[in-house]
């Protein structure tokens, strides 16, 4: 079962990690998507990454300022969330899929959730002063 945390309320310009454990996974078998899902609005793709770490994606409005990384002997992938913005403030979800989530990603520029199997409770993140 995966599982997000490390969410919380920020000031604008805060930094916050966010982390999603898989104990229940193989690390070296899956790649993570990040999504979010803001009041009132349809989840989007945020960042993804693939099982060895070699593709990442990040979707433009966070480029420059998220970073996603794992440590897969810990079965976590982290997302480091910096210079954060009002409109950052989400819901934000964690799912698990195969490579093609993060090379469809790429290819698309859209982090398309419909090559996630397993999703993870969300972690609220609100950015305000």
């Known amino acids: 079962q995966l599982q997000a945390f490390g969410g919380g309320l920020v000031q604008p310009g805060g930094s916050l990690k966010l982390s999603c454990a898989a104990p229940g996974f193989t690390a070296t078998d899956y790649a993570v998507g990040w999504f979010r899902q803001a009041p009132g609005k349809e989840r989007e793709g945020v960042s993804g990454?693939?099982?060895?770490?070699?593709?990442?994606y990040y979707v433009d409005a966070v480029k420059g300022r998220f970073t996603i990384s794992r440590d897969n002997a810990k079965n976590t992938v982290y997302l480091q969330t910096n210079s954060l913005k009002p409109e950052d403030t989400a819901v934000y979800f964690c799912a698990i899929g195969g490579r093609m989530l993060i090379t469809m990603a790429r290819a698309m520029n859209d982090l398309d959730e419909t090559y996630c199997d397993y999703w993870g409770q969300g972690t609220h993140v609100t950015v305000s002063s």
């Open positions: 990454i693939t099982s060895s770490g070699d593709l990442t």
